[in-house]
């Protein structure tokens, strides 16, 4: 069983986009720049829009981190939005999700201007993908780091049958869209199953490309992947784990141990597609300095 190492794959990234960002200096004078916001405390998130600060730094990108306090106010959070939107040294927004209850998320997508939303939520982006104009849009952070690992690896995806089992708008719809389209590394036949989808192992039993974004610890068992399956786990879940110093671990949407006697090729978590999301967001942001420069 091969194991799709994301970890290895992102630093070789990193070290790409760090000689891009110094070629871009050295073209124009400037570095790509990148804003995340965050409204509230939720721990996972901080932890997030930390490393995506930290990453930047470290490829010689900019960055700035805005944190707000939980009851900020749409109006308030607009604004913040709108003034990066005309910050010439910010060449992509992000606003970690979920945002606060009170704030309507999809006003906040909205407002983000197209051409600097480097998440690819924005529905200009989104309708983009769907009509198959990849180098027109900014592909979500996740499913891109997917089709990167899927193409770094040379996995057959030509005809195969994809099932994709999550519909967010974040990792399932996009995921889905995309390997629908015809590039290397998709062109498959694509199935989407959701929380209302009656027997979901038949479908999955029948995906040659297995892509879990189901939010629930271990959902994907053995008996429900095809032998040979190449599997790709988008979960990230907090378990209990006494047997560890803090008391918990992370693990996937797929049982790693039980999936790993079946499948022929496997991400694992962490160390899959987490790692690949924050060098995709990087690329991103380096996609719309280059856009915005002419380059
Ligand atoms: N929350 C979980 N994943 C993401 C992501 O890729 N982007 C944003 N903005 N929020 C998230």
New binding site residues.
Partial sequence: MLIIDGKKVSLDLKNELQTSVESCKALTGKVPGLA?IIVGQDPA?QV?VRNKAKTCKEIGMFSTAIEMPADTTQEHLLDTIAKLNSDPLIHGI?????LPKHIDEFAVTLAIDPAKDV?G?HPENLGRLVMGHLDKCFV???PYGILELLGRYNIDTKGKHCVVVGRSN??GKPMANLMLQKLPTTNCTVTICHSATKDIPFYTRQADILIAAIGQAKFITADMVKPGAVVIDVGINRIDDPSTKSGTRLVGDVDFEGVSTVASAMTPVPGGVGPM?IAM?LKNTLHSFQRQNGL
């Fill in positions: 995340v998130s997030y992000l606003v970690q999700q979920p998440d939520f979500s952070c996740t974040i990792v999301t967001l």
